[in-house]
């Protein structure tokens, strides 16, 4: 059985209403009703609404009658959900609206624009995901332990800002804050650039003979993974933050002209120093990504265990890990081929590395490093 | 304890001299010795051959005296291979020679524009490798269950073939035959191009805020894991390989192009279409990939448990996998931010999926997807 721990009561005492019951809204509509707070679901399409209410999200939006909401969240497409926050806002004059949409200068930008009421409003972001999208996909867990980043205006009231909090709180999830102009900038570099360089390797694939993939390995299997993202839900993104995503792809231009010029004539003076440096600068940059828990990056040191393929043998090797008494920080399967053979790659604080290789030893493992 | 099976004889008989005693040098005589086969040791650096010796990867050089070596494993830098080989070739007229450089079409025209011997030559690549170099570093498991490529000459004989092969299955390879120009063009576009866009990403983080880093999650951590490879050696891969690695930089070029042009104007005719089909290219050529240990693409269903981040967590949960008798496919361990809470994505033949989760359900896991 799991020891998750029980949840706590919230802090928002509802009601609330989402506007747009896909993945997202929907998640937080269960998640809310499963500590008690009181939600109502509206939605464009009654098909949608009406499957967001049979598992549970939340009560039809025409049940809130003339009860005013504390909070109304709108969770719409980015390039609709200026107007449906303006429209909140008017409808709900008491209520604080946040949105959830993925790209926040331009919804902001735009409400100002608008005259909205920026005092009562606070862009947010909850940065979680699935593969599959609608209400049937729809958790109540999906945002714990995920950040959600909260924009505020220069406008927003605090008051309005702490209920937007509460909201991502309540639901388990780790609240940041940013300007919506360094948000757009940060989620450009840290999740728009890697889907396009992802995407752009990933199409280099398609015409190539299935005997050269046949020796692919994790590294191409790493950075092809979420090549499989959803077209419609990405042209969306990418097109709501256009600006910011093309100016850093400049930069990756620079970089890659620079590098074909290097191997158009690969024994050039200064073709080697050039080559070193690419590898580097990506060192460089590889080694500023932050650790588990949002930690300081952290070195850790990895291990391999080759174990038979079959089931059970894994958590042998866990159960005897956890025996051993060293706290795993990593764990990857290695299937790039042949065999029937698995390698258990875990990655441990560098001080117990010694130990474990020398304890699963002992116990009969074939450890390789 | 581990059921791994047992290693039964080889097929070389030896003796076996490795020229090289690098980790790839020195893994093979370990691999070797470990078999039984006789293994003769040769490195430039007196330290290195020294090491090599005291691990117990073989005897040194000398004291082959007149034995006449059935192989010889040349593991140099791939700019010196063909000197080494062609000097190996000359020194011990009746022996097979073998290389393991990672780039094959350069150093077959080298060797053949010298007159070599290539009925006796054999360019092949293990494709294996630790983040670790030199002799310390070696281990005689290191091949089990990776590809190990030959690229035979049109020139190289029937039973020089043979003996390649023995040293590749001896040490647990998966052999696969490619012609040197097949092979390069097939890890320019496998290994070469995934290490290329993983670097130009990583490298686009040095200036970043670490506030803006912050929200990085797994995608940006999948994306630039390769990132952290070591600088030396790829400068020696990538300007072996330029001619290859660079068509299809051309090909890459030509996309980010036709993306910076449509996201430079997002709202234009057709702009959503073109960024649709960026998105959907990726799509089409990730799915390509084939599936675990070599076999076809295979579509697994992932979903996710929650798990409080200590000892014993992960193995539990494992075991009760396994007493539910559903196979693992692929297991990663989500830790892109806060709270303790881990999440152990799985992922399962799509027919076990729902089974799966209902038992967990059960079980009293939390389970997402």
């Known amino acids: 059985m799991s020891a998750f721990r029980a949840q706590g009561p919230g802090q928002l005492r509802g009601p609330v209403l989402v506007i747009g019951t896909g993945l997202l809204g929907t998640s937080i509509g269960l998640g809310l009703r499963g500590r008690g707070v009181p939600v109502y679901l509206s939605d464009p399409s009654p098909t949608n609404q009406a499957v967001a209410v049979d598992i549970g999200a939340g009560r039809p939006v025409g049940e809130l009658a003339g009860a005013a909401p504390e909070l109304v969240v709108v969770g719409a497409p980015p390039d609709v959900t200026a107007d449906v926050v303006l429209d909140a806002l008017k409808r709900y004059p008491d209520a604080v609206v946040v949105d959830i949409a993925s790209v926040k200068a331009a919804i902001q930008a735009d409400l100002r624009a608008r005259g909205a009421d920026l005092g009562r409003y606070v862009g947010t972001h909850p940065m979680a ?46 609240v940041s804050q940013f300007t919506a102009e360094e948000h757009d900038e940060a989620v450009a570099l840290v999740s728009h650039l890697p889907q396009i360089m992802s995407s752009l390797l990933a199409s280099r694939l398609q015409g190539t003979p299935l005997h050269a993939l046949s020796l692919a390995g994790n590294g191409l299997r790493d950075v092809t993974r979420i090549a499989a993202s959803d077209p419609a839900l990405w042209v969306q993104i990418l097109g709501s933050n256009a600006e910011k995503v093309v100016e850093i ?50 070195a850790y040191s990895w291990l391999t265990v080759l174990v038979d393929d079959r089931p059970g043998q894994i958590a042998q090797l866990l159960t005897e890990i956890g025996e051993i008494g060293v706290n795993l920080e990593d764990l990857r399967l290695d299937h790039s081929s042949g065999q029937n053979v698995g390698m258990v790659e875990i990655s441990v604080l560098p001080n117990k590395h010694d130990h474990l290789i020398e304890a699963l030893n002992d116990r009969g493992w074939r450890v390789l490093q």
């Open 129 to 174: 995901g699935r593969e599959k999208s609608g209400p049937v996909a729809a958790r109540g867990e999906l945002f714990t332990s995920m950040p959600w980043v909260l924009c505020p205006a220069e406008e927003t009231s605090t008051a309005a800002l702490a209920v937007a909090r509460a909201l991502a709180t309540d639901l388990g999830a780790v």
């Open 249 to 298: 792809l400049y930069g990756v231009r620079e970089d890659l002209n620079r590098l074909i010029g290097t191997l158009e004539d690969p024994t050039a003076p200064g073709a080697r120093l050039d080559l070193a440096q690419l590898i580097s600068e990506g060192n460089a940059g590889q080694v500023r990504i932050p650790g588990k828990h949002g930690g300081p990056p952290q």
